[in-house]
């Protein structure tokens, strides 16, 4: 089990740092090279969201990223969880508007594209903000 925190304001020129960051972690657990790309893509569309649209790209407004790397009776599984300090949204509604063929949309496809990387991915609010839970069997 192993857990890392990464902390950055709201800007999203932090996205490099966090990719790399997404990286090493992912390497140093030992996760198959074909599952890294996908995790680095859903946490850089998280924290883009949390940036832009929860945060107002406020760098004084904070966004942290845990990562938590564990075991339970299914086995090894990896939680991202992507906190910001907006006051969230309905995820169930957010998820369906990106349909097929909207692919040259300039925004709008982070969550959908998400979805499509994580076996499970839910929302809470928490402390006056927002946290997107990504939950994920690395395979």
Same mark, same amino acid.
């Given at each position: 089990? =192993?857990?890392?925190?990464?902390?950055?304001?709201?800007?999203?020129?932090?996205?490099?740092?966090?990719?790399?960051?997404?990286?090493?972690?992912? &390497?140093?657990?030992?996760?198959?090279?074909?599952?890294?790309?996908?995790?680095?893509?859903?946490?850089?569309?998280?924290?883009?969201?949390?940036?832009?649209?929860?945060?107002? =790209?406020?760098?004084?407004?904070?966004? =942290?990223?845990?990562?938590?790397?564990?075991?339970?009776?299914?086995?090894?599984?990896?939680?991202?969880?992507? &906190?910001?300090?907006?006051?969230?949204?309905?995820?169930?509604?957010?998820?369906?508007?990106?349909?097929?063929?909207?692919?040259?949309?300039?925004?709008?496809?982070?969550?959908?594209?998400?979805?499509?990387? &994580?076996?499970?991915?839910?929302?809470?609010?928490?402390?006056?903000? =927002?946290?997107?839970?990504?939950?994920?069997?690395?395979?």
């Amino acid at each position: 089990m =192993s857990i890392h925190r990464l902390a950055f304001g709201s800007d999203i020129a932090h996205c490099g740092t966090l990719r790399r960051c997404v990286q090493a972690f992912g &390497t140093t657990e030992g996760y198959p090279v074909g599952f890294i790309p996908v995790l680095e893509l859903a946490v850089h569309e998280a924290f883009v969201n949390a940036v832009r649209h929860a945060n107002g =790209s406020d760098p004084a407004l904070p966004v =942290s990223i845990l990562l938590f790397d564990g075991r339970d009776a299914g086995g090894r599984f990896l939680q991202v969880e992507v &906190t910001d300090c907006g006051s969230g949204f309905d995820l169930d509604g957010c998820m369906d508007f990106c349909e097929p063929g909207d692919a040259r949309k300039f925004s709008g496809r982070g969550l959908p594209l998400i979805s499509r990387c &994580t076996e499970c991915v839910r929302l809470e609010r928490r402390n006056g903000g =927002s946290v997107l839970i990504l939950r994920y069997i690395p395979n």
